[in-house]
């Protein structure tokens, strides 16, 4: 029986060390055991599976503008739990997706969206979320997807390098000179996010309010609360973007169709606060969101406007 015992242990042996460097190193914080903000944690698996983990009635949906929020802080301003399911680079198709889903999950009843010129461009399409929402629920199926060992291996050989192992093969790149600063009107770093990443993209612009519509009508038919902050840009998008392809008028169309389901958060003007550079990391993020939560969660802030909704 020990030497049964003894070989079955050892046949085991590899998939045990397997699933141990696999739920030690996975991108996604899958199973809740590290800190919140771990690997990708801004992902759609990683939002799903803490969703699951401790849902809430009180969802925030969004692209990057909106997951660098404080949760504690944001329960401190209203006496509300609300649970992030904001993603980096999240199109509408997406938020649609995860509406659909917390839905199924809890009963939702209130919902908080950000918007803006970019958000709403015919043609800003994320990945769908239905394969995420099967891998959140099968956790073997997770460990044994080809594309989620890879990204955990890789990550391990990271760990290595750090410790000395494979020091040629994997050391990280020089990152060059630091960054200078354009004796022009903006930064160097601000012109070029604008210029050669948002601009673009905005090229031969048509609005698409198609998946906003859906979720903003169905939360009215169902009660939900709702509330749409617009958000605020680094001056440099409205010198080098929205001016040049004289996007304003859609800005105001959309701010109407809005108001027709719910109040506007709106910061999406030209405002003391988008001028100054340094409080931007780049033309859409910017460094300390306490501000923006401020504005939102408790309609504070002297860059917000607030549009109520129009009257039935």
């Known amino acids: ?29 899958y199973w809740g055991l590290k800190p919140p903000k771990t690997g990708n944690w801004a992902q759609p698996l990683a939002r799903v599976r803490a969703f699951m983990r401790d849902p809430s009635e009180n969802i925030i949906l ?13 329960e401190s301003l209203t006496g509300d739990r609300y649970a992030n399911l904001s993603t980096g680079g999240q199109g509408p198709n997406l938020t649609r997706e995860l509406y659909d889903w917390a839905k199924e999950q809890v009963g939702v009843q209130r919902v908080v969206l950000d918007g ?35 990204e955990t291996a890789e990550l391990f050989l990271m760990d290595l390098s750090s410790h000395g192992f494979f020091l040629t093969a994997f050391a990280a790149e020089s990152t060059g000179e630091p960054q200078k600063i354009s004796p022009d009107k903006y930064r160097d770093d601000l012109v070029q996010y604008a210029t050669e990443l948002i601009y673009p993209f905005c090229c031969n612009y048509t609005l698409d309010m198609g998946d906003y519509d859906y979720i903003l009508r169905d939360c009215q038919e169902k009660g939900i609360e709702t509330r749409v902050a617009l958000c605020p840009v680094q001056e440099s998008i409205w010198e080098l973007v929205i001016e040049p392809l004289h996007l304003e008028p859609y800005m105001e169309e959309y701010r109407e169709i809005l108001r027709q389901y719910t109040d506007v958060y709106d910061m999406e003007w030209k405002h003391e606060f988008c001028k100054n550079q340094e409080l931007f990391g780049d033309g859409f993020h910017q460094k300390d969101y306490t501000a923006f939560t401020n504005a939102i969660f408790a309609g504070e802030g002297d860059f917000l406007r607030i549009l109520p909704r129009f009257s039935k």
């Open 62 to 74: 969004g692209d990057s503008r909106m997951n660098h929020f404080d949760i504690d802080y944001i």
């Open 1 to 29: 029986m020990k030497k049964f015992i003894g070989k079955l242990f050892l046949a085991l042996l590899p998939l045990l060390l397997f699933a141990g460097l696999f739920i030690k190193y996975e991108p996604y914080n």
């Open 116 to 150: 803006s010129f970019y958000q709403f461009r015919r043609g800003n399409r994320s990945p769908s979320a239905l394969p995420v929402f099967y891998i959140a629920e099968h956790p073997l199926t997770y460990m044994t997807t080809r594309d989620y060992v890879v």
